[in-house]
């Protein structure tokens, strides 16, 4: 059974860092696309980062400058280390992954306030 769970999620006040894990189990990801999506309070879930087996990555205007996504295939884990933590970046943080079918994680919160 593939399992995809997220860890790392805090409270932090603006100007912080946090790093978001994703571990998979019941499969090895290094050929899969992994992605971290979010989602605000009453709002649609939204792309923040993607990085493809291969490396490249893709990041939307409101992540650029500020997120890394990077993945460790070894550990079957991919993160999100979260920079300059702005209050319109909280969210429950998903991580999903592409292989075959897409999986989702159960979440993690992200709630940055003073």
């Known amino acids: 059974q593939v399992q995809l769970v997220e860890s790392g999620g805090a409270l932090v006040q603006p100007g912080g860092s946090l790093r978001l894990s994703c571990e998979a189990s019941?499969?090895?990801?290094?050929?899969?696309?992994m992605s971290w999506y979010r989602q605000a309070p009453g709002k649609q879930r939204e792309l923040v980062a993607l990085?493809?087996?291969?490396?490249?990555?893709t990041y939307t205007d409101s992540a650029k400058g500020r997120f890394t996504i990077s993945r460790d295939n070894a550990k079957n884990t991919v993160y999100l280390e979260m920079n300059n933590l702005k209050p319109e970046d909280t969210a429950v943080y998903y991580c999903?992954?592409?292989?075959?079918?897409?999986?989702w994680g159960q979440g993690t919160q992200v709630t940055v306030s003073s």
């Open positions: 999903r992954m592409i292989l075959n079918y897409i999986y």
């Open positions: 019941g499969i090895s990801f290094r050929l899969a696309t």
């Open positions: 990085m493809a087996s291969d490396g490249a990555t």
